[in-house]
């Protein structure tokens, strides 16, 4: 099946198998490793990204799916100034990652919460980050570098 998707502003065309998962769309075809494959049942929310600006498990997508729309990945975050998404500074400012390996998915499901809800509470991020297991860090930082990044998040949205 020949599929067009646009990841991170980039038209990306291929041959792919009819089953052929986002996920391994992202990373085999494009070349975007960053998303990780972590439990392939939806459960670890690793292959986390945005489809059309909302957050999904790019797992539970078939790249057919995808066809004719738009990819972000956290390796398409960067405004074109070369700095690192408010988020992305705020999880390092906050330690809110340890190992790595959940932390791009966990990155693009607090940008996604932070574009459809610039001043969450705790317990709002903490609901929205219930899909995205981490083994190492007890959650504490990450909900702290998410509440850090709302401001700056909501100031680059509007500019």
């Not at 599929?3 to 052929?20: F, K, L």
């Not at 899909?131 to 930082?141: D, E, Q, S």
Request: with cysteine; aromatic share 2%.
């Amino acid at each position: 099946m020949k599929v067009t998707v646009a990841v991170n502003g980039s038209q990306i065309e291929a041959d792919v198998p009819d089953r052929t998962l986002l996920v391994h769309f992202l990373r085999d075809v494009a070349g975007l490793t960053a998303t990780n494959v972590g439990c392939d049942t939806t459960s670890c929310g690793a292959c986390t990204v945005l489809l059309d600006g909302r957050s999904v498990k790019s797992c539970t997508v078939l790249a057919a799916q995808a066809d004719g729309r738009d990819v972000v990945t956290v390796e398409g975050l960067d405004d074109g100034s070369g700095a690192m998404h408010p988020v992305q500074r705020a999880f390092q400012a906050e330690h809110g990652l340890q190992c790595g390996f959940c932390t791009p998915g966990m990155v693009m499901a607090a940008v996604s919460l932070l574009d459809e809800n610039p001043a969450p509470t705790e317990e709002e991020v903490r609901s929205a980050l219930e899909g995205n297991l981490c083994r190492c860090t007890g959650y504490h930082n990450i909900v702290r570098a998410v509440l850090a990044a709302a401001p700056a998040a909501s100031e680059r949205r509007s500019s």
